[in-house]
């Protein structure tokens, strides 16, 4: 018998940039890195560092929707659940699972 996966949430393909913030052994790091995938529990992303699975995350996605006279900043904590490497030049797969969905953030005024 072949078991079905199953999603709590439907996934959205979604293609923007983004930001992770994480302890990287001490040291806060924030990386860019660039949405494949979305959903209310989660979000894949693709970067060129290498995140450990279970790593605590922040996570802003840049958003520029055509009609908006502002970008629009989401944001959200979350967790690696799942990181894979797609190239041998060090592009990886990052799947993170959120505490919460995502919340809308203004950007600072310039």
Known sequence: MVWAKTRKYPRFTLQC???ID????????KIQAETRNISLGGVLLTCDAQIP???KVGVE???????SPKPINLIAKGQVVRIEK??????FMV?????QP???????EK
């Open 17 to 19: 940039p983004a930001l």
């Open 22 to 29: 994480f302890d990287g052994g001490g040291v806060m790091r």
């Open 53 to 55: 699975a279970g790593s």
């Open 61 to 67: 996605l840049q958003l520029s929707p055509a009609k």
């Open 86 to 91: 797609r190239s041998p030049l060090g592009t």
């Open 95 to 99: 799947a993170i699972a959120c505490e």
């Open 102 to 108: 995502f919340s809308c953030s203004p950007y600072p």
